[in-house]
């Protein structure tokens, strides 16, 4: 009977996981934002500064969208929070349809389809991490992996609605699309049972010991240490995604084509890196695995700053998208395992603000470096490899903090 309650918890959790990887490709269209940003300007006769602040507003208010999703799913449980976000993100979609200003493109997808991105984002991690107690890393890495790809699936749809009907008919249908899509598989998600599986042959409870509520949290150096490498680890990735276009027209000598189709594998390798980073850190360690990580970004920054290969180029922001996407893949698995399951989704969405943080400075280093250096990236290169070098030596504070945490722990079990 034990072995049949397993065979069925397995089964369950997959499907979940496989349900929340489907939303979050619906909700990963936000990143095909570039698609829109040249029929709007030249529908408005906006300028590429005020129609990217959309995409900016976007990304700024994921985060705080998330630690209200940990509020709401803590009174309402997963399922009636992702369809509430579904809802308000396929309203986003649809409202931006009806932009009149640029100031209405800010409220409509910046704001509130922002606010679904948010609502769901949080939810779909945290639950299907809570289903997979015993690979945390893998079950946050598919999960996150499925939002980063969802660019390279829908930026086609998009184009091709954008060539038929117009931009903005483009949002609305597609808003209605993926309204749709998150409110029919959103019925079928399930919060995980009380007994958890942790390996074929068990069923296991997990300690309650380590669910931390957020307020606690917030008083812990184990979250500030976590919060700063999430700013660290999204510094380099959102400086090469946001100007690696005009990097390889600078660096390579690229065509503004050849660029565009390079930008295409950032995607590509942003997606695969949320589950490989996520999967390895399940076998060698959280904080093992960034360290990896950090150093990877790195080779990537050095291998920009000394080439003129295309080649290289490819190869060095392909590992800096990689280890961007990792941050995605490996954060909701730590954050679980500092501070527990229960209150996952909301410290989560906290952890998440450092996003915030590295979309401002990341941006900001490359156009220091560009106005300060006559042109060229090769000074943001290595602020980045700095930041990165400075990365690697607070995982390795972090990780010699953990263990005699750890030891601790154990000394009290055993007396």
Do not use: H
Request: hydrophobic share 50%; with cysteine; glycine share 10%.
């Amino acid at each position: 009977m034990k072995n049949n309650n397993v065979a069925t918890y397995d089964k369950k959790r997959w499907l979940i996981l496989a349900i929340s990887v489907a939303i979050n490709l619906c909700i990963g269209f936000a990143y095909a934002w570039s698609v829109f940003q040249k029929p709007l300007m030249t529908e408005f006769g906006w300028t590429a500064s005020q129609t990217s602040m959309a995409f900016t507003v976007n990304l700024f208010v994921l985060p705080i969208a998330m630690i209200f999703s940990g509020i709401l799913v803590k009174k309402f449980s997963v399922k009636p929070v992702v369809l509430f976000g579904g809802v308000v993100f396929a309203l986003g979609l649809y409202l931006t349809g009806l932009t009149v200003n640029v100031y209405t493109l800010y409220i409509t997808y910046g704001i509130i389809a922002g606010s679904g991105i948010g609502l769901i984002y949080s939810c779909t991690v945290a639950n299907t991490v809570k289903w997979f107690p015993d690979k945390k890393g893998l079950a946050g890495g598919l999960s996150a992996g499925g939002f980063g790809a969802g660019s390279l699936i829908f930026a086609p749809l998009a184009v091709k609605f954008i060539t038929l009907y117009g931009v903005l008919n483009a949002f609305q249908i597609l808003g209605l699309l993926f309204g749709g899509i998150i409110i029919i598989l959103g019925l079928f998600l399930k919060s995980p049972p009380e007994a958890l599986k942790i390996s074929d042959e068990k069923i296991v409870t997990l300690a309650k010991f380590r669910d931390i509520p957020t307020k606690d949290m917030l008083t812990s150096l184990d979250f500030y240490i976590i919060w700063l490498l999430m700013v660290l680890g999204c510094i380099s990735g959102l400086m090469i995604i946001s100007q690696a276009s005009p990097i390889g027209q600078v660096q390579v000598g690229l065509t503004p084509e050849q660029a565009a189709f390079a930008v295409g594998f950032l995607g590509l390798a942003n997606a695969v890196g949320r589950v490989a980073w996520g999967m390895i850190s399940d076998k060698f360690g959280r904080y093992n695995t960034l360290m990896i990580m950090f150093t990877t970004s790195g080779i990537g920054l050095l291998i920009l700053y000394s080439t003129s290969s295309l080649s290289l180029f490819m190869a060095g922001i392909c590992l800096i998208a990689a280890s961007y996407g990792g941050v995605f893949g490996l954060f909701p698995s730590l954050t679980a395992d500092n501070f527990g399951m229960k209150f996952l989704a909301m410290n989560y969405g906290v952890v998440m603000t450092g996003l915030s943080i590295g979309a401002v400075i990341g941006p900001k280093i490359a156009s220091y470096a560009v106005e300060s250096s006559g042109g060229t990236y090769n000074l943001a290169f290595l602020i980045t490899l700095i930041i990165n070098i400075s990365a690697i030596v607070l995982v390795f504070a972090a990780k010699v903090i953990s263990n005699k945490k750890q030891k601790t722990v154990t000394l009290t079990e055993e007396s």
